[in-house]
């Protein structure tokens, strides 16, 4: 049986999702978080990088969002997720957009912030000043950009490869606009699509098995 390494407040509740919307039949194996927010240790013996998601599927291991959102589709897809012609170009680009651009520049964002949060008390104030400006100047430009471009999109489609439900972009794109809506930073076509994909009786069933996830709604 495939199983999903799901580490809690991470990427794999995506997967999850997935796996939900095709009616896949899956094991969950949990892990937690450290106080340090890293990962626990125990993923070292599933990936030599200690990362989730990570799926196992008899002899095949797979890390990586996108490989295994392309793996599952092509597996155990069964046709349930399509996209016409015009469509999969769009299904493309995000799918490797969200963890090529997008999820970079948020990840930037929040080590900036972490980096004051975490440094000694005595240049802390010094330290938030300079990272503050930094995020200011090279950061925030650049995911003003990337907001836009997805409120572009999203305006014209329900999901954004088209169509009447979620694609492989969808899932690969679903924590990063999560945290954008969060962050108060999503525009109002992006946030109404976060909504539509969170109702979803599948994402839900994901979000009960899963466990933590900062990003989801309260159930």
């Known amino acids: 049986m495939l199983i999903v390494h799901h580490l809690n407040n991470s990427r794999s509740q995506r997967i999850l999702w997935l ?3 095709l009616e896949v039949p899956y ?3 949990k892990y937690y ?5 890293l990962a626990p240790p125990e993923l070292l013996a599933v990936n030599p990088l200690g990362k989730a998601p990570v799926i196992t599927d008899g002899e095949i291991n797979i890390a990586e969002s996108g490989a295994i959102i392309e793996y599952i589709i092509e597996k155990y897809g069964q046709g349930k997720i399509s996209t016409s012609l015009e469509g999969a170009i769009d299904d493309l680009y995000f799918l490797h957009y969200a963890e090529g651009t997008l999820m970079p520049i948020l990840v930037q964002k929040l080590i900036f912030s972490l980096i004051p949060a975490r440094s000694p008390w005595l240049i802390r104030w010094f330290l938030k000043i300079i990272f503050d400006e930094l995020a200011r100047k090279v ?8 907001v836009d471009m997805i409120e ?3 305006v014209k489609k ?3 490869a088209g169509g009447s439900g979620p694609t492989a972009a969808d899932f690969s794109m679903s924590m990063s606009l999560e945290i954008l809506q969060q962050e108060k930073i999503a525009h109002p076509a992006t946030v ?3 909504k539509r994909l969170q109702a979803r ?3 839900r069933r994901a979000l009960m098995k899963g466990g933590e996830y900062s990003y989801g709604p309260k159930l």
């Open 33 to 37: 978080r450290l106080p340090s927010m």
């Open 158 to 160: 329900d999901w954004l």
């Open 19 to 21: 796996l939900e919307e």
């Open 139 to 146: 950061v925030e430009p650049e995911l003003k950009k990337n």
């Open 27 to 29: 094991e969950i194996k």
């Open 152 to 154: 572009s999109h999203l």
């Open 192 to 194: 109404a699509y976060v």
């Open 201 to 203: 009786p599948a994402y």
